[in-house]
Every structure is written in structure tokens, then in C-alpha cells.
């Protein structure tokens, strides 16, 4: 129901990206964020697309410098840029789609705007460290957040303050979105030890084995990980109780539903395809 | 004789550097520009020592990026962060300080500065690009100086177009800066051939090995090179001559001369050294 203002981002994405090799997904930060706009009622302009266009450059640029530091060699079934030319070019790709972010978010002659991105992305960056420095120990739930908190949730919260800058929002807004990327991370977290277990063989271990640190034991880490979830879902949830009914309010929900639901098949799915 | 311009720079660069391990160097793309500014009596006023400490954060960025290409362990007589901690916090922390500079030139107010050292960015990305796509082949001559322009000369460059939107200059200074920044390299890439040999060991051929691909002929090589390097050097100093004599001009002039000057003992000294 947003899909028309998904294809005007892709397009723009592809323009804007120096490489790509892999399906560029279903763009879900824009995705979530266009739907919370529409039900709200707000008018979607050029500005917020080049917002979400800006939001999906840096999420690529950071897909293309996680895929060295992960080794990662498969995306969304297709060889990753740093597996095909390997991780040299992965890293410069990564920082021209870094730099054509920040280009295109200028074009909105606000610093307010770009100030918000460059923080995310030291944030992103932060996140990361975290995860670097965190790898073959078990840390803390609470760590476990914070860094799930700083690599995934702020991209998700991003353009949602950045747009807050252009548009008078409602209050809260920012922390539907923040909850709904914690969330996705958890997911796709929990998908990763059901599929490859990459996260795992490399040491860095997340909500499941935080809670069940037994491999007899994961269903029922995995159990208590989705009852985690379940409290991320709950305050999207309540939050837009308070919006009135309209198709994209339930598009949304039925996105915020998919949040602790375990395809029965994941047999398949990469841990990257969730990303 | 621009040591206190050069030590408020340093200084401001130690501040916005996530991680420093080793000497930050005698900062010479600060050092040439303040020069050439205060031999045509241009006042060096707060704006301009940014743009300059912004030159040196992308340029330290730039390093940490190339430590991993390279997989450089020394720089400056100090174990690189890459070899330190590791590809990933080279990385990050290359990451993270490109956002500092831009954060650092966001405060000028002005999205033409912005722009130039984006795409800046991008064509030193372009220039590692190029030098990637050539390891192991004989580049020609011109493939070589145009990897060069963009990998090295771009970011002399960038503060001089930086600050000629802030303040009235003379024509041609730009080209004095750009030629300036091609022979620097120039000269970094005989020295390197002097001392450890890393390009060549991993396929990278410059100067000295374009002209003369033969170990036995490899000080034809370099002469040839240093008399490439003079025709920069003339340029630079033609430029000067119609400059009415001072103290800043004579030092430019001295490290102008030194562009084809070869240290008669560079045994211990690092190619990075002179970066």
C-alpha cells in the first residue's frame, strides 16, 4: 500500500549506489516509516522520500562494510560484493554510498538533517565495536540491547527524526519505530541460530544463548527471547491504539504481528535476507 | 614559521580522532596551504584552520582505510590500529572519524564546502579503486598520474577550493596545490621502492617501474621519475615567482625543493613516514 513510494526510493537507490549486486530487499526502515506517516495522515513529499532514499544509501553502505568484518560471502541469495570482488572494493563501495547518502540528504539544505545521520552513523559504528569487543564473551542482556540498540534501532529511528525537523510529528512516534527496530534485530537474531548459526560459530552470542547458554536448552532460550520481543511489540502496539483505524494503521500492525512469528521453513532463509 | 597555525590544527585533530597510536605527522597539506595563504598575505582566520583540521580528519580517516588495503602494520614508527586491534576497528574508527570531519566542516554553515570534500571522498575512493583494479598489470604512465591526482592531489586540493569560497584568491593557486600534491606522491612512491618495497612486492607499479620495468635498471627509473617530478616542481615555482618576496613563500619554496630531493640514507625510513 506504500508501493509506489517504495519504487520512486528504489529507483533512486540504484542511481545512487556505485555497485550492487544483490536484491535490494524490501526496503524495511522506509517501509515501516512511510506506513506510521500515511496512517498518521501525513502527506508524503519529495523531501521525506529523499530522506528514506538517504536512510537505505547508508543502510547499503553498512551492509557492504559489515559483509568484510563478518565474512559474510551470501546476500539475499546472491554473492556479496565483498565475496565476488573482494574485501578492498566492499570497503570503498561502502564509503562512496556513505558519501552519495550524505550528498543526496543535503540537497534538503539542513544541517539540522545531516547532523542526525552523522550521529546515527557513529552510532552504527559504536554498535558495532561493541559487538567486535563483545566477541567470545557473553555479555549482559543489557549489553546485548545497547549494542542492538546503537548498530540496528537507530537507522530505523533516523529518518523519523530527521522528517520531525521538516513536519510537525505527534509525540511518540520516535518511539514506535525505535521499539519496532529493536525488535526486528531480536528476529533476526533468533533467525540466524535457527539457520546458519554464524553469529554463534563466531562468537558473538545474542538473546537466546544470553538466556540458554545450553545447546540442549535453545528452544527455550529462543522461547524467553520471543516473550522479549513480545514487550517491544506490545508498545508498538499500544501506541497506535491510540491512531485511528485506516489501511495503512493495519498494514502496519500486520507488519508489527510478523515481529515474534517464526516462518516454520527457515531452513532456507539467510540470515540476511532478514535484514 | 605556521607552527602555531599547525599546533591549534593538531590539536583540534587529537580532540575528533576516535583512536590515535601513532605521530600525526608534520600535517603537510595544512602545512603547504597555510604557506601559500600567508605568502599572499591572506589573514588565517577560525574558518580556515577548520576546513584545514577537517582535511587532516579525512586524511587520517583515509589512513586507517588504507592500513587494512595495504595490510600496513607500521606508520610512523608505531604499530597501525590495524595491526593493533584488528581490520574491524581499522575500519570503524576510519568510519567514524570521516563523520567527525564532516561534522567538524558542517559548522562553516556551507553546503558548497560540504560538497567539495564529499566528492573529495569519492575520488580518493575512485583513485584506491583504480590503483585495486591495476595491482599486478603495468599501468601506462598516464593511468598512473591520473590514480595519483585522485587518490593523492584531490585532497591537497580540497581545502584550497574550500576556503576559495570563503575568502577572495588568486588565480592559479589551486594549480600550484595540485601540482604540488601529484610530486608529493610521486616522491612517495620512489622513497617506497628505496625502502620496503611494498607496492612492488603486491603488484603496485609506479613511476620508477612504468619507466623502467628491469631490476637492473632501476636507478634509470627513478632519475627518469625525479625529472617527472621536476616539471611539477617548475610548475609550482613559476607560479611563486610572480609572488613579491616574504618569509612563507621562501619556506614554501623550501619544501617545494625538497619534492625531487632524495634522503641519502632511507633506510629506516618508512614509505608511511612521509605521508
Request: hydrophobic content about 40%; aromatic content about 6%; overall charge negative.
Given at each position: 500500500m506504500v508501493s509506489e513510494e517504495l519504487n520512486c526510493i528504489k529507483k533512486e537507490l540504484e542511481r545512487n549506489l556505485p555497485v550492487t549486486f544483490y536484491d535490494l530487499g524490501k526496503l524495511i526502515r522506509s517501509k515501516v516509516t512511510l506506513l506510521l506517516l500515511k496512517s498518521l495522515e501525513i502527506e508524503i513529499n519529495k523531501d521525506?522520500?529523499?530522506?528514506?532514499?538517504?536512510?537505505?544509501?547508508?543502510?547499503?553502505?553498512?551492509?557492504?562494510?559489515?559483509?568484510?568484518?563478518?565474512?559474510?560471502?551470501?546476500?539475499r541469495n546472491s554473492q556479496t560484493i565483498y565475496k565476488?570482488?573482494?574485501?578492498?572494493?566492499?570497503?570503498?563501495?561502502?564509503?562512496?554510498?556513505?558519501?552519495?547518502?550524505?550528498?543526496?540528504?543535503?540537497t534538503l539544505n539542513s544541517t539540522d538533517i545531516i547532523s542526525i545521520f552523522n550521529s546515527t552513523v557513529v552510532d552504527m559504528c559504536k554498535g558495532e565495536l561493541l559487538q567486535y569487543q563483545q566477541q567470545g564473551k557473553m555479555p549482559t542482556l543489557e549489553e546485548y540491547l545497547l549494542k542492538t540498540e546503537l548498530k540496528t534501532a537507530r537507522l530505523f529511528t533516523a529518518p523519523i527524526r530527521a522528517i520531525s525537523t521538516?513536519?510537525?510529528?505527534?509525540?511518540?512516534?520516535?518511539?514506535?519505530?525505535?521499539?519496532?527496530?529493536i525488535a526486528f534485530q531480536i528476529k533476526n537474531d533468533i533467525t540466524n541460530i535457527l539457520t546458519t548459526n554464524s553469529d554463534y560459530i563466531q562468537?558473538?552470542?545474542?538473546?537466546?544463548?544470553?538466556?540458554?547458554?545450553?545447546?540442549?536448552?535453545?528452544?527455550?532460550g529462543i522461547e524467553k527471547t520471543l516473550s522479549l520481543i513480545d514487550n517491544y511489540k506490545r508498545e508498538?502496539?499500544?501506541?497506535?491504539g491510540n491512531i485511528s483505524d485506516n489501511?495503512?494503521?493495519?498494514?502496519?500492525?500486520?507488519?508489527?504481528?510478523?515481529?515474534?512469528?517464526?516462518?516454520?521453513?527457515?531452513?532456507?532463509t539467510e540470515k540476511s535476507t532478514l535484514r
Open positions: 521525506i522520500l529523499t530522506v528514506l532514499t538517504g536512510t537505505e544509501l547508508i543502510h547499503n553502505a553498512s551492509l557492504m562494510h559489515d559483509d568484510i568484518i563478518d565474512k559474510n560471502g551470501i546476500r565476488k570482488e573482494g574485501s578492498t572494493p566492499s570497503l570503498l563501495y561502502g564509503n562512496i554510498a556513505l558519501i552519495n547518502a550524505i550528498n543526496m540528504l543535503l521538516l513536519t510537525q510529528l505527534p509525540e511518540n512516534v520516535f518511539n514506535v519505530i525505535k521499539n519496532y527496530g562468537g558473538i552470542y545474542t538473546a537466546p544463548i544470553i538466556y540458554e547458554n545450553n545447546p540442549d536448552k535453545i528452544n527455550i508498538c502496539l499500544n501506541y497506535l489501511k495503512y494503521k493495519r498494514e502496519l500492525i500486520g507488519e508489527i504481528e510478523c515481529l515474534n512469528r517464526l516462518e516454520r521453513d527457515t531452513t532456507n
